[in-house]
């Protein structure tokens, strides 16, 4: 995909409010809200995801794999970092069709570790990132189908409670999010001036509590 149709994309599929922000982001001046989701692991895969995606292969990727991600164009993650995610614990479900990766998200079992909303994991909670489909491959349900592959894995691992977090004014993650069931467990706004001053990231201990309460009553 060309540069210039990855800008038409943005623009076609983001309010005006979300361009305005991200021409100010460019300019030193970052100001992302978001929605954090806590999302429906007990979903069942539907069956006729089964037929659909019978010649992909999902599986984990490793090593070997993250030079073909980092090649992907318009992304901006290199080599060097999504190997330091691996180091990290960090692990990545792909879809591969003829060999070739198509789709992948990434699940961090340790931390929340997103910029503007960052906490430590408990025993059965995980925190899904980064989840990215090839643009030849969207609007076939790929990326859900990876999701629920991903909740299979994570019941294996006994993490019941999978948070993620989306720009609140990027249209197609929300939809998304709706697609899957998840459900709003809160909401915020992260400030980044001229990469000086930024507001604190760490969750303060009473907000938590009331994050996993809300969290756990959605999937109770």
Not at 18 to 44: A, H, T, W
Not at 102 to 115: A, G, K, M, P, Q
Not at 143 to 163: D, N, P
Not at 169 to 178: D, L, T
Request: some cysteine; hydrophobic content about 40%; aromatic content about 14%.
């Amino acid at each position: 995909m060309s540069y210039l149709k990855h800008i038409a994309l943005k623009i076609k599929y983001n309010p005006t409010v979300s361009i305005l922000l991200d021409v100010m982001s460019k300019m030193g001046v970052r100001i992302q809200p978001f929605y954090v989701f806590v999302e429906n692991i007990s979903q069942q895969i539907p069956l006729y995801h089964e037929k659909v995606f019978k010649e992909y292969d999902i599986c984990f990727l490793g090593h070997s794999d993250m030079v073909e991600i980092a090649s992907i164009p318009v992304r901006k993650v290199n080599e060097k970092e999504l190997l330091s995610r691996l180091k990290k614990g960090n692990i990545c479900l792909g879809a591969k069709y003829h060999g070739e990766i198509v789709s992948f998200t990434w699940c961090d079992l340790n931390e929340c570790h997103y910029e503007g909303y960052r906490f430590t994991l408990e025993e059965d909670e995980a925190y899904t990132f980064d989840a990215y489909t090839k643009m030849d491959y969207r609007g076939k349900e790929l990326a859900a189908h990876l999701r629920y592959q991903l909740y299979k894995e994570l019941t294996r691992l006994e993490r019941r409670i999978v948070y993620s977090i989306s720009n609140r004014f990027y249209v197609p993650a929300i939809r998304f999010k709706q697609k899957l069931n998840a459900r709003v467990v809160d909401s915020g706004t992260f400030f980044d001036l001229f990469k000086i001053w930024h507001s604190n990231a760490i969750v303060k201990q009473d907000r938590l509590k009331h994050l996993r309460k809300a969290a756990r009553c959605e999937v109770n």
